[in-house]
């Protein structure tokens, strides 16, 4: 077991020893932060463009909105559900739920969302060292399973990894040793073989680390 504090590039990352590799996906495969902003931006444009509201309140709706679903669902992949933020930031707007808005809006966030996201080129490197060495691989990742799935599917994952678990499908999120050890099942492989790497120290390292998984910062 090896844990490391420091940050890793991931070209320093030794394959040695290892037979299955579980990755995150936000923020380390890509940049989250310009993605996030682009959803962010479409939806007020939308709003502004349709005269739904006014995007300044829509902002400030969305971040009570964010704030009281995040206490309500902290630990689980539902406490980041775009959909949910909406809804609750147009029940606080309109007095009424609003859900058929709130699935455009959504759709409207995600899909802005993933037209600006691009690979980390050094993570797509590393991904095509991992399969060229026959190690497999799992992406282990916080958020509802449908958005996660559409990552995958834009990242075009199907190329270089084996499985994926999302903290919906495990019930809660990292650093729950329940997500890593169904990677582990998935992978049929013990901690001691398999690396975790990840942009989060709690999240990621440290809940890797806990299962004798060794861990890298990146
Ligand atoms: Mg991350």
Redesign the pocket.
């Known amino acids: 077991m090896s844990l490391s504090l420091t940050k890793h590039r991931f070209s320093e990352i030794s394959l040695e020893g290892i037979q299955g590799a579980c990755l ?5 495969l890509y940049a ?1 932060e310009p993605c996030n902003k682009a959803g962010f931006r479409a939806v007020l444009n939308r709003v502004e463009q349709q005269r739904i509201v006014e995007p300044a309140a829509l902002e400030q709706a969305w971040k009570e909105a964010r704030s009281r679903t995040h206490q309500q669902l902290s630990g689980q992949a539902a406490s980041h559900s775009r959909l949910l933020y909406l809804h609750t930031a147009l029940e606080l707007l309109f007095g009424r739920s609003e859900p058929a808005l709130a699935l455009e809006l959504e759709s409207c966030f995600w899909d802005a969302y993933l037209n600006v996201m691009e690979w980390n080129p050094e993570a797509e490197a590393f991904l095509q060292a991992l399969k060229s060495a026959g190690i497999r691989t799992c992406i282990v ?2 958020l509802t399973s449908h958005i996660q799935f559409r990552k995958w599917a834009h990242l075009d994952l199907q190329r270089y990894c084996d499985f994926m678990v999302t903290s919906e499908e495990a019930g809660l999120e990292k650093p729950n040793p329940i997500i890593f050890h169904k990677a582990l099942s998935k992978l049929q492989l013990a901690p001691e073989q398999v690396m975790m790497v ?3 120290h709690e ?2 390292i440290l809940g890797a680390v806990q299962l004798g998984m060794r861990a890298y910062l990146i």
Request: no cysteine; proline share 0%; net charge negative.
């Open positions: 995150d996906l936000d923020d380390t989250y990742t916080d990840g942009d989060n999240k990621d």
